[in-house]
């Protein structure tokens, strides 16, 4: 395996760490609301996470050296495991929010609390999400006519 990781994985990290936080903030006010939009939100998360594991997987093993049975490396393994990553954030993400919006539909839950602590949560997982954007959408930006 080769010693140097690239940088990706630090993308991929941040985006975990980002998602494992925000899944716990929706995750809380969807406990303390009794909002089913907020649990399928949380599930969604969780599986955004889901998908920066398998991504995680597929940097690690796409950067084995070559053997003989692969003379030219593990590279393409890189696009298994996201499309992996891919197919398995759309299945579960969309069916656990389409179960949890017809469980919603079909027995409302009775509100425990105002909807305060869903704006409350909500400003707290976007200010999450925008700052493990920030060193992401950063890196690597130069103008076109740099070289």
Known sequence: MSAAPDESSGSVMTELAANTTIAAAEGTSAALTGSPALLAETLHTV??????????VALRRSRRAPDATHPLGYGPER??????????????GG?????EGVNGLIEPP???RSGSACWCWSSRWRSTRSAALWPT???????LSAK
């Open 110 to 112: 009775r509100w425990r």
């Open 137 to 143: 959408a950063s890196c690597g930006v130069r103008p």
């Open 47 to 56: 599986a955004d996470a889901g998908n920066e594991v398998f991504l995680w």
């Open 95 to 99: 069916t656990l929010s389409v179960w």
């Open 79 to 92: 696009y298994y495991w996201a499309l992996l990553a891919a197919v398995g954030m759309f299945v579960v």
